[in-house]
C-alpha cells in the first residue's frame, strides 16, 4: 500500500525460456524523467518486493540517492519459492536468464525509464547467489552492460554439483576463467552470508564445500586478483539478514 502509487507491474515473455516474468519497478521520490537513476535489480522478487517499502522509505527519507528499484519474480500461476524451479532457473538455464535480463529486459526498461547503468546493481542470493556470481564474470561475454555492481549472497555453490554431472562446477571455481581473460575486473563487488547458516543445508553438501567454506573460498580467490570487493557476514541463517543487508547496502553504495 506503501508503494503502489510509484510501482509498476509487468509481464514479460521470454522466448529462449518459455517463461513468463511478473517485473515490479518502484520510482523513487520525485522521479524525473530528465535525470538518470541507477537500478537496484533484484532477483527473487517472490520475497524481494517485500523489500521494495523499506527501500523506497529511506529515499523518502533522504538517508540513501534515489535508485529505481526493480524485483524479477515469476507469472502468478509459478511458485517461485519451490527450489526445484528455482534450480532450473538459476543453474540448469542460467545462460538463458544471463541473456535475457542483459538483453531484453534491462534494455526494455530502459525504454521506458531513465536508467543510469554504468552505476546499476544486480543482486542474487542462494541459487540466485550462484547466478550473480555467475553473471558478473560471464558479463565480458555481452556488449550490453547494464550492472557496475554485483551483490553476491550467501551463494550456495553446492547446487552446482548434480547427482550424475555437474554444472560447470570447476570452472565456478576459476570464476568462469575471467582472470585468464582479463588482468583485472572492473566491477564491483559486495560478498555476504551468515555466519550461522552452514548448518542450514548440512544434509545438502554431500561431500562438497559447505555453504561458508564456499563462500570464503571465493573470498581468498578474489584477494589475489585485481578486485574491488567487499566481504560481510551477518549474525544470520541463511535468508534473514538478507532485508537489512539491502538496506544497507543502499545506504552505503548509494549515499
Known amino acids: 500500500a506503501e508503494i503502489k502509487d510509484f510501482t509498476e507491474e509487468y509481464l514479460v515473455y521470454d522466448e529462449q525460456l518459455g517463461l513468463d516474468f511478473l517485473v515490479h519497478v518502484t520510482l523513487p521520490p520525485e522521479y524525473d524523467k530528465s535525470k538518470t537513476y541507477p537500478v537496484l535489480f533484484m532477483t527473487d522478487g517472490v520475497w524481494r518486493l517485500n523489500d521494495h517499502a523499506a527501500l523506497y522509505k529511506a529515499m523518502k527519507q533522504k538517508e540513501a540517492a534515489n535508485v529505481i528499484l526493480v524485483s524479477l519474480a515469476y507469472s502468478y500461476n509459478i511458485k517461485g519459492t519451490e527450489d526445484q524451479f528455482r534450480d532450473r532457473l538459476f543453474i540448469h538455464e542460467r545462460e538463458k536468464l544471463l541473456s535475457f535480463i542483459t538483453d531484453d529486459l534491462m534494455p526494455l526498461l530502459g525504454e521506458n525509464y531513465s536508467i543510469d547503468y554504468a552505476d546499476s546493481t544486480l543482486f542474487g542470493h542462494s541459487m540466485a547467489g550462484v547466478f550473480s556470481h555467475y553473471a558478473c564474470f560471464k558479463s565480458d561475454s555481452y556488449e550490453n552492460q547494464p550492472f557496475f555492481r554485483y551483490i553476491i549472497g550467501s551463494p550456495a555453490m553446492f547446487n552446482l554439483y548434480g547427482i550424475d554431472t555437474d554444472y560447470d562446477a570447476a570452472a565456478a571455481e576459476s570464476e568462469y576463467g575471467y582472470f585468464d581473460r ?11 552470508g551468515g555466519s550461522q547458516e552452514d548448518s542450514d543445508y548440512s544434509d545438502a553438501y ?37 532485508s537489512s543487508m539491502l538496506l544497507e547496502f543502499l545506504k552505503a553504495e548509494y549515499p
Open 182 to 192: 582479463h588482468d583485472s575486473l572492473d566491477k564491483k563487488l559486495f560478498l555476504c
Open 206 to 242: 554431500h561431500g562438497h564445500d559447505s555453504l561458508l567454506t564456499g563462500l570464503n573460498k571465493m573470498k581468498d580467490r578474489l584477494s589475489v586478483q585485481k578486485t574491488d570487493f567487499t566481504y560481510k557476514l551477518y549474525e544470520s541463517h541463511h535468508y534473514q539478514y538478507v
